[in-house]
């Protein structure tokens, strides 16, 4: 009964939709509408149809199947992609619990958290290596690209908290189950995202403290932003896709250094004046809330 | 403890050689990426080239087709025949979804002002393994003996599906725009055969899945195209104007 209504509705609505259409081709065109018209061109078209089937279908079978098996591809990637991020984040919100840096992490509920998530990260990138092989490495890049960065940024992340140093391309590759390319520029937007991580827990680091984290003979977290900073702002990514998203990422960082500058100052200057635990207040001179936004 | 001297002056022990590596890599993909485009820009010059001929059928009675704009056309299709070698052959180089945005655009062109070319002369589709025999030139031959379409397995230039089907909307734009102005020039038998070969394709679109893409929006647009040439179709019908089978071959 069900399957009937649904049958005339359908019908129904071709119908009304040839109607329409019908409407729309006499609006168009030059002729006035007259008596007859309709049916001229509907057994124009009927005729034309039961004449000959189209000789392409067989090739366009073969598109749709190759076409439907790239669509299949590219949504595992993307699903696999966003995983990976959701699960980078959890570590990096288990990293901003780190109470010092340049030690290797103690507290053991994050490190029990951690090797849970990039258990489940390498996992996830397994799901996906076959999908992610040959040809198919960069033509589902921009797909795998934003997880792949995440879970830099958690990598990197991690490694500057432990040894206060950069973790190169080529040790950021082993991270990576093999057969996941990490291209350069995910290795770099990966240092961008970094840079608002130390931000967040140096000024964390200084409420808690009152003074700078990673301090190591006069350098400490500030000084190698500042380089980072410098270093970054050195490179020229040329022109492209790559390049826009090279500047978008350098404004962020420029506004993470200046945000840990200017706690620092308002440390150094009045924090003497306060009580342990009071919290420099970051937004004494420029608009830097909007970082919050990226 | 922040109390003497300059407590926060010092030097990062930040290893910059990491950010020299990196610029030198950034630098080798943009001297790639600068060497494929000299060779697409040749490409797309040449296209523009082939396309005013290609343009010349909106103007040119079909009886002269074959002299006036064929002929030529073929030769300057040669010559671009010539810049997709060189471009297959430093692309091949390097992996092919990598760069492959740099001349994405100027191949769907030249594909299509071939179709289209086919098209006039025969009246008939080229395959993707057809546009690929014409197209692979000699460096296919010597590299790879198969014909460089729709590559799955190795890594190298070729042509693929959606540049493909890309490239067939255009001509089927041209083609619409063609039978308002063959009726001009006195060919009532063009929007026929036209009208024909449009539903044809389209019906071989509307097999496809397509997702949210640029090949969805392009397809889509097939619809309109359809409906402008039953226009004139129609109205040449109404007149009476449609020439009989034989009157057709008479006129080829």
């Known amino acids: 009964m069900c399957v009937l209504v649904d049958a005339i509705e359908e019908e129904h609505y071709t119908e009304s939709k040839a109607r329409r259409e019908d409407d729309d081709w006499q609006q168009t065109s030059s002729i006035h509408p007259m008596a007859g018209v309709k049916r001229n061109r509907a057994e124009m078209e009927s005729k034309e149809q039961e004449d000959s089937p189209s000789p392409y279908l067989p090739m366009f079978e073969h598109f749709k199947s190759e076409i439907d098996t790239h669509h299949d591809r590219r949504e595992r990637v993307i699903k696999a992609s966003r995983d990976i991020t959701a699960y980078s984040k959890k570590i990096i919100f288990a990293l901003q619990r780190t109470k010092e840096i340049g030690k290797p992490l103690t507290d053991r509920k994050a490190l029990t958290d951690m090797t849970k998530l990039k258990q489940q990260i390498k996992e996830t990138f397994e799901g996906v290596t076959d999908d992610l092989q040959g040809i198919n490495a960069h033509r589902y890049q921009r797909q795998i690209s934003p997880g792949i960065q995440e879970f830099m940024e958690a990598a990197l992340f991690e490694h500057y908290l432990v040894n206060q140093a950069i973790m190169t391309h080529s040790e950021a590759a082993t991270t990576i189950p093999a057969g996941i390319t990490l291209t350069y520029e995910d290795y770099v937007l990966g240092i961008f995202d970094m840079t608002g991580e130390l931000m967040k827990i140096a000024i964390t680091y200084m409420a808690t403290n009152g003074k700078l984290p990673g301090l190591q003979g006069g350098a400490s977290v500030l000084t190698d932003m500042q380089t980072m900073r410098t270093q970054l702002e050195l490179i020229n990514a040329g022109h492209g896709p790559f390049a826009k998203e090279f500047e978008g990422k350098l404004r962020v960082t420029r506004q993470s250094v200046e945000k840990v500058e200017i706690s620092v100052y308002s440390m150094t200057v009045r924090g003497k004046e306060m009580p342990k635990g009071w919290k420099p207040d970051i937004n004494m001179r420029q608009p830097v809330e909007e970082i919050e936004s990226y | ?252």
Not at chain 2, 117 to 146: M, N
Not at chain 2, 183 to 194: C, E, F, K, M, N
Not at chain 2, 207 to 232: C, F, P, Q, T, W
């Open chain 2, 1 to 252: 403890m922040t109390t003497n001297g300059a407590p926060y002056a010092g030097q990062s022990l930040i290893d910059t050689s990491i950010f020299t590596t990196l610029q030198s890599k950034i630098d080798e993909e943009s001297t790639v990426r600068d060497e494929l485009k000299e060779i697409v820009d040749k490409l797309s010059k040449q296209g523009r080239t082939t396309q005013s001929i290609l343009s010349r059928i909106h103007n040119v009675p079909s009886q002269s087709v074959g002299t006036e704009v064929l002929d030529p056309c073929m030769k300057a299709l040669e010559e671009q025949r010539n810049s997709v070698s060189s471009l297959a052959e430093a692309a091949s180089k390097f992996p092919f979804y990598k760069y492959n945005f740099v001349w994405q655009r100027e191949i769907q062109n030249v594909v299509s002002s071939f179709q289209l070319w086919h098209w006039l002369s025969s009246g008939k589709l080229k395959s993707i393994e057809e546009v690929g025999e014409y197209f692979r030139g000699e460096f296919a031959i010597l590299f790879a003996p198969t014909v460089p379409v729709n590559v799955k397995d190795a890594d190298t230039f070729h042509i693929t599906i959606e540049d493909y089907l890309l490239a067939l909307c255009s001509t089927i734009e041209e083609l619409a725009r063609l039978a308002t102005n063959s009726v001009t020039l006195g060919d009532h038998a063009r929007p026929l055969q036209i009208s024909k070969f449009i539903k044809d394709v389209y019906a071989g679109f509307q097999l496809l899945n397509l997702k949210n893409d640029a090949l969805r929006k392009r397809s889509d647009g097939i619809k309109y195209s359809i409906r402008n040439v039953e226009g004139v179709v129609y109205d040449l019908s109404l007149r009476g104007l449609v020439p009989k089978d034989e009157d057709t071959m008479k006129m080829e």
